[in-house]
């Protein structure tokens, strides 16, 4: 149901939605953390010495570090998960299988674990190898392997009449469930984000070169490719992490029907049409978000990837039904919370409602956020929400709201 909704927001409300951004912030050194660590792996990939360099393996991020709309995990116990991929240039589908292409990623990625001390093996993952880093470090990495495919890529969406302008990035990953996966073939699973990442830097638009411009003319120098100018921040990649927060409290309990965040990032993305605050991107995408979810001529739900037109974000849905069902209720619930606390005033309340949304951690610094700004002591909501599945089970009051308080 789209609602196409656009609330009166009172000045508490638009500035509690700033401060909620803000907090959910990660800060730049987890950015030049991982930085640091991904181009570190890719040095020691094209040492001297690395039985891999002649295919030029090259090492880049992709996923939420990437689109810079990483949020911080739920708990101390949960980690950062940093997706790169490792990408062999001088390699092609007809010379190695996936199988083979995994394990010559693996031995070098073992012998890097080992030369710098790092106790936790490699775990293997359906289409990554993952290296958990010590815990005080709180993150992993996830490298993908993968062979170059923009000219297949190019020449497949001509045949079928598709957009092309972002297909030249495209790649091919190993997946070890496909069942080509030990012999050689063209059958490969493939992905872009390099050209994801070109796609989502154009919908954030004039607002993000305009923030870029207003960093370099302060001196302050922004991030590097490929972690884009993680010291931007647009209100597009706001609103997201506003979304995936509400999103990972609502789900709490129920991971396996969580809407996955490629989706959330591109329907926000479609939704947003260069809105300069915050509040008035969140409102913009909660009302058009699903208007960009299709249907195929068979009745499945179809999202497509803008940088690969061909692929479609909800081919689980029809396999799934329930995931379809828990997107449409979590958009639902987002809309009715947010459209309840651009309607307070009394920033207490606000505090209360988005412990609710969004977690009692988060609210908390919003609420000395705003404390700190008016030079007034903070009233935290500890005990206000004694779990995470506790606050969806109990939503708020809303009565006693003194719009002037």
């Known amino acids: 149901m789209n609602v196409h909704m656009r609330p009166t927001i009172t000045p508490q409300a638009e500035e509690a939605l700033e401060d909620l951004a803000e907090s959910l912030e990660i800060s730049d050194h987890r950015y030049e953390q991982a930085e640091r660590r991904y181009k570190s792996l890719g040095e020691w990939l094209n040492r ?26 739920l708990t101390d116990a949960d980690e950062y998960d940093v997706d790169a991929v490792c990408e062999f240039r001088r390699l092609t589908k007809a010379e190695k299988t996936q199988a083979e292409l995994k394990q010559m990623l693996r031995v070098e990625m073992a012998a890097y674990a080992s030369r710098h001390n790092m106790n936790k093996p490699l775990e293997e993952h359906r289409r990554c190898w993952r290296q958990p880093y010590a815990e005080e470090a709180q993150f992993h990495i996830d490298v993908t392997p993968a062979v170059l495919s923009g000219g297949e890529l190019t020449q497949l969406l001509k045949a079928h009449g598709r957009d092309t302008r972002f297909a030249d990035t495209a790649i091919s990953i190993t997946d070890n469930r496909q069942p080509h996966y030990r012999i050689i073939s063209a059958l490969w699973q493939r992905s872009n984000p390099r050209g994801y990442l070109k796609w989502f830097l154009i919908r954030m638009g004039p607002v993000y070169e305009k923030r870029r411009n207003a960093l370099l003319q302060k001196g302050v120098r922004a991030g590097t490719e490929p972690i884009p100018d993680y010291r931007i921040r647009t209100p597009l990649q706001q609103a997201i992490m506003i979304l995936k927060r509400h999103r990972d409290i609502m789900f709490v309990d129920r991971s396996d029907d969580k809407p996955i965040s490629i989706i959330l990032t591109t329907l926000s993305a479609h939704a947003y049409q260069g809105e300069e605050t915050i509040a008035q991107a969140l ?85 000395k956020r705003s404390a700190a700004r008016l030079g007034a002591p903070a009233v935290l909501t500890a005990g206000l929400v004694r779990s995470e599945a506790e606050a969806r089970r109990a939503p708020p009051r809303l009565d006693g709201d003194r719009r002037n308080a």
């Open 48 to 73: 001297p010495e690395s039985t891999i360099r002649q295919y030029d393996p090259q090492v880049h991020v992709q996923g939420s570090f990437g689109l810079g709309t990483v949020t911080p995990p």
């Open 283 to 367: 409102f913009a995408i909660l009302s058009k978000m699903d208007d960009f979810i299709e249907h195929t001529p068979d009745g499945r739900y179809l999202i497509v990837n803008p940088s690969d037109p061909l692929e479609n974000f909800a081919d689980k849905w029809s396999e799934h039904p329930e995931r379809a069902t828990a997107f449409f209720s979590w958009l639902n619930q987002a809309r009715a919370d947010f459209a309840a606390i651009a309607a307070l005033s009394n920033k207490q309340l606000i505090t209360d409602y988005l412990a609710k949304g969004v977690g009692r951690d988060i609210a908390d610094r919003v609420r």
